[in-house]
């Protein structure tokens, strides 16, 4: 018996170990589908069985997206679509039966606002897609969220000089090149192809981070810079995402000054 009882405790302890090892391994190597089962598979289909989008915020089956609030901060909100589409580098976004993913993430930071608990202004605003191996999912995904303090008060130095023509910046140690847009531009324009249409030769959208921030000219008006960074040019990490702050401290910091400035 004793024997018995020993091996049972061995096998115990094995099956303990061997269940260790998987969650280890879950946890370094994590489901790159994960966004997307959560679209396809739940956010959509409660959305045409129910009409209730959960565990997403919103589904717009018509436009083809859905939108999912990220574990990550208080704030960040994902704008992913309802096809599969893996990410920056897939030839789908290119194409004229794209929806306009970035028009649509865009109007979706009120859900931001409404996490902050505050009317954010444009400038405090920033959208984010990652470079193909910065990125931990193989679905489509735009991060909606505030954008850090400093990379706003970085582009409000060199805004006189942003324009429609690319020019090249560094920000947070990093090379990006930035273009404004205008609010007619963000509506009509693919800023995929923008991208794809500024590319050297031999270089592919999969080592592009864009960021879209919003921004505020001295007259008042308003717009967005559209920056664009190329994983390993200029020390960029292809992490767009890392220009956000995650924890919206921007906000924060304009709730206890009264002002955004």
Known sequence: MPSLAKAIGLAITSALVLIAAARFVG????????????????CVADQQSHGDPAPCVSVNLAERWAL???????????????????????????????PNYWK???????????????????????LAINAQSARSQDQLHIHIDCIR??????????????????????????????????????????????????????????????ILAGAVLPDGSGGFDLLVGRLGVGGNRGGGEALEDHGCAIAKDAAVNGSDH
């Not at 208080?74 to 599969?84: D, E, G, K, S, V």
């Open 68 to 98: 999912f609030k990220d574990d990550d901060g208080n704030t960040q909100f994902l704008l992913i679509p309802t096809n599969r589409v893996t990410g920056i580098e897939d030839p789908f976004i290119l194409t004229e039966q794209a």
């Open 104 to 126: 649509a993430a865009w109007a979706a930071h009120r859900f931001v606002d409404q996490r902050a608990a505050r009317s954010l202004t444009s400038d405090q605003i920033a």
């Open 27 to 42: 946890a370094r190597l994590p489901d790159r589908d994960a966004l997307w089962k959560i679209v396809h598979d739940r």
């Open 149 to 210: 303090a400093d990379v706003r008060d970085a582009l409000r130095l060199v805004q006189p000089q942003i324009d429609a023509n690319w020019m090249r910046i560094t920000v947070s140690g990093q090379q990006y090149e930035v273009r404004w847009l205008s609010a007619d531009d963000l509506h009509s324009k693919n800023l995929f192809a923008l991208v794809a249409e500024h590319l050297q030769p031999g270089q592919t959208m999969g080592a592009e981070t864009m």
